[in-house]
Each structure stands twice: as C-alpha cells, then as structure tokens.
C-alpha cells in the first residue's frame, strides 16, 4: 500500500500492472485515473499547490481507513502536483480485496475524499486569468453518503 504526491507524470498502465501483480491473494482490482479536464475548452493550464508532509499523512491516514473499512489486501493512491495541462493524467487510486464490492466501494471513497477534501489547492489558467478552484457541492455530497454506509 503506499501514496505518493509527485510532480512528474507517471505512467498508469504500468502502474496498473505492478499494482496488479503484487495484489496476491485478491479476488478484485480496480483501477481509475482521473485526467485534467477543460470543460469550458479554455483551460491552457491548472497549477495544482500542496504542504509536503501534511497532503502525504492525510491521504495515507484516508486510505488507511478505506484498508482497514473494506478489508483491503492493499491500495495506492498517486497524485499529482505542479503544473498540469489539459488532458493529462492527474491522479490515480487503485485498490485490490477479496471481492469486487469492496474494492469498488474502497476506490470510490478515495476518490470522492481526493477530490473534496485532500488538501490541494488548485488554479486554472485561461484567456481570462487565473483563478482558485473551489470544491463542488456535489463533491462534498457524494463524500458525505460514506458517513452513513
């Protein structure tokens, strides 16, 4: 199991496969990566900010909990940092258990605590300047449903 918060791209398939191949005993992997998007088709760049040390411990302590909440054989979760152009490959979560239930619901929880409340800061870049990134509510909403499962 590990986290790791880099600046350099990483390569996912490669990533997946490793991950893959050391889950020994497990009955499911799921991988996901998330890219930078340009919705509004005028994104030239996102820079993504964090404090060394306080983002590792968060989302170690985070994906020691979905470990320890759906019986994970292991899980992995890359971030990335800096800056990002659209389309690139900006985080990654994979989670290996012994069923596929638990290793999607542990993937998804990652997920939806990456993107609402990891501590990141990010700032697009457009046509228009630059601006701080504020998390959705319907990130924060589909972070809250695991308090209840």
Same mark, same amino acid.
Request: proline fraction near 3%; aromatic fraction near 10%; charged fraction near 25%.
């Given at each position: $199991?590990?986290? *790791?918060?880099? !600046?350099?791209?990483? #390569?996912?398939? +490669? =990533?997946?496969?490793?991950?893959?191949? &050391?889950?020994?005993?497990?009955?499911?992997?799921?991988?996901?990566?998330?890219?930078?998007?340009?919705?509004?088709?005028?994104?030239?760049?996102?820079?993504?900010?964090?404090?060394?040390? $306080?983002?590792? *411990?968060?989302? !170690?302590?985070?994906? #020691?909990?979905? +470990? =320890?909440?759906?019986?994970?054989?292991? &899980?992995?979760?890359?971030?990335?940092?800096?800056?990002?152009?659209?389309?690139?490959?900006?985080?990654?979560?994979?989670?290996?258990?012994?069923?596929?239930?638990?290793?999607?619901?542990?993937?998804?929880?990652?997920?939806?605590?990456?993107?609402?409340?990891?501590?990141?800061?990010?700032?697009?870049?457009?046509?228009?300047?630059?601006?701080?990134?504020?998390?959705?509510?319907?990130?924060?909403?589909?972070?809250?449903?695991?308090?209840?499962?």
């Amino acid at each position: $199991m590990g986290v *790791r918060v880099q !600046s350099q791209p990483f #390569d996912f398939g +490669a =990533e997946a496969q490793a991950f893959s191949d &050391a889950a020994r005993g497990a009955g499911a992997v799921v991988t996901f990566s998330g890219l930078v998007r340009d919705e509004s088709g005028r994104l030239s760049r996102m820079e993504i900010e964090h404090y060394p040390g $306080m983002t590792e *411990r968060a989302i !170690s302590a985070i994906r #020691d909990q979905a +470990a =320890e909440r759906w019986s994970l054989h292991a &899980a992995l979760v890359i971030h990335r940092y800096g800056i990002l152009l659209p389309g690139e490959t900006i985080m990654m979560v994979a989670t290996a258990a012994r069923h596929r239930a638990e290793a999607f619901a542990a993937a998804e929880f990652l997920m939806d605590y990456l993107k609402s409340r990891a501590p990141f800061w990010k700032k697009e870049y457009g046509p228009d300047g630059a601006q701080w990134v504020a998390a959705k509510d319907a990130d924060e909403a589909a972070l809250d449903r695991w308090s209840g499962a």
